[in-house]
């Protein structure tokens, strides 16, 4: 239960603080964060609650990393729905308290006609600029696949496992960096459905891009690292 906690809590931190800084922050005239302000947020979300519950559980707080750690032989197959059946009500109840604040301001109401409702992702006119559905599944895959790499060569027991948090955190501000403008930056499922689930319509009916290739990705870099790159002895 501890774990499943630890879960719920860092994926509730990464949605808030991630989401929140875009919806809150971003867009302020002069003074918004934007795309680099927004990328940091969420970078931080993990890297803070990596240090805080990842010694409780591992801290995924993504359902495509957790089974990308299973992919990886890190990870139980038992655990897995457990972990993200924890992980997608954190992300649902970090939107939740998001839309509860995000309505306290008069004029404040979800448009999901457009791109970024709700921080929410999108492919084809739902992307911030426009990418289509094959370039928005392209870079979903290609970033978890790396993030995955990265993770899993970070929390390597050969590697400097108390600097791993920090590398995990800055691998997901890169990604943020790169993809904002592309599918508005899930490579999280959970974080997908949250704001999907508040904005509706068409946001939540491409929701299951940013499933499918985030998990894709985090497949076949478990897999990768696993075969090709896994160091079992130090040399």
């Not at 032989?73 to 972990?83: D, I, N, Q, T, V």
């Not at 308290?97 to 999901?112: A, C, E, Q, R, Y």
């Not at 094959?134 to 060569?153: D, W």
């Not at 491409?206 to 478990?222: H, N």
Request: glycine content about 14%; some cysteine.
């Amino acid at each position: 239960m501890k774990k499943l906690l630890a879960e719920f809590f860092g994926t509730y931190w990464l949605v808030f603080g991630g989401c929140g800084s875009a919806l809150f922050a971003a867009g302020i005239p002069n003074l918004g964060i934007g795309f680099v302000g927004v990328s940091l947020a969420f970078g931080l979300t993990v890297l803070t609650m990596a240090y805080a519950v990842g010694h409780i559980s591992g801290g995924h707080f993504n359902p495509a990393v957790s089974i990308g750690l299973w992919a990886g032989g890190r990870f139980s197959a038992k655990e897995l729905l457990p972990y993200i059946v924890s992980q997608c009500i954190g992300a649902v109840a970090a939107g939740g308290t998001l839309f509860f604040i995000w309505s306290g301001k008069p004029g404040n109401v979800i448009d999901n006609t457009k791109a970024g409702a709700f921080a929410s992702n999108g492919y084809d006119a739902f992307s911030p600029d426009g990418y289509s559905m094959v370039s928005c599944f392209a870079a979903e895959f290609i970033l978890t696949m790396f993030f995955l790499l990265v993770i899993l060569g970070a929390t390597n027991k050969f590697s400097h496992t108390k600097f791993a948090g920090i590398a995990i955190g800055l691998a997901l501000t890169l990604i943020h960096l790169i993809s904002i403008p592309i599918t508005n930056t899930s490579v999280n499922p959970a974080r997908s459905l949250s704001q999907a689930f508040f904005a509706g319509g068409t946001p939540l009916t491409q929701v299951w891009l940013f499933w499918a290739a985030p998990i894709a990705g985090a497949l076949v870099g478990g897999f990768v690292y696993k075969n090709l790159l896994h160091k079992h002895n130090p040399e």
